[in-house]
């Protein structure tokens, strides 16, 4: 083998090394700005129970304007006709929370697995800020409008 050809196989391994090196360092940088796999997968399972719950807060809304009332409880919701309304949680099936506290007053509740302190929450048409919770159960007052007297 020549010089020069042991000179290119010598600089062609440093360049491996170098790729690999800045392989590693890409894929620990995107973990650290990203979060791990897990880490973005509970994030994303959160932000399904906000989308949740918020389409709950509306289809409780268009109850009242139909009813004059809260529902008794989620399952009456979810059992009106065309309705599709998811009432449990995504990952074990356990109800979310709703208690009427008033009139038109109710407090809806989930298990959460983020801190949206940490980890905001991404997607849906709603405003964040109204939902943000810490880990595990939160509870959200909410309060329905009345029905509009015609």
Not at 80 to 94: F, S
């Amino acid at each position: 083998m020549t010089a020069g050809h042991r000179g290119r196989d010598r600089a062609g391994r440093w360049l491996a090394i170098a790729a690999s090196v800045a392989v590693v360092a890409a894929v620990i940088a995107a973990i650290w700005v990203m979060g791990t796999p897990s880490a973005q997968r509970e994030a994303k399972l959160d932000s399904r129970r906000i989308d949740d719950l918020n389409h709950i807060v509306q289809v409780v809304g268009h109850y009242v304007e139909r009813h004059d009332a809260l529902p008794a409880d989620l399952a009456t919701l979810a059992r009106q006709p065309g309705q599709r309304l998811a009432i449990t949680d995504p990952v074990d099936g356990a109800p979310y929370g709703y208690e009427v506290t008033g009139k038109l007053s109710y407090r809806l509740c989930a298990v959460f697995a983020t801190n949206t302190a940490k980890t905001p929450v991404a997607g849906g048409p709603w405003n964040a800020d109204d939902w943000n919770h810490g880990v595990g159960r939160h509870c959200f007052e909410r309060k329905a409008k009345p029905a509009d007297p015609r």
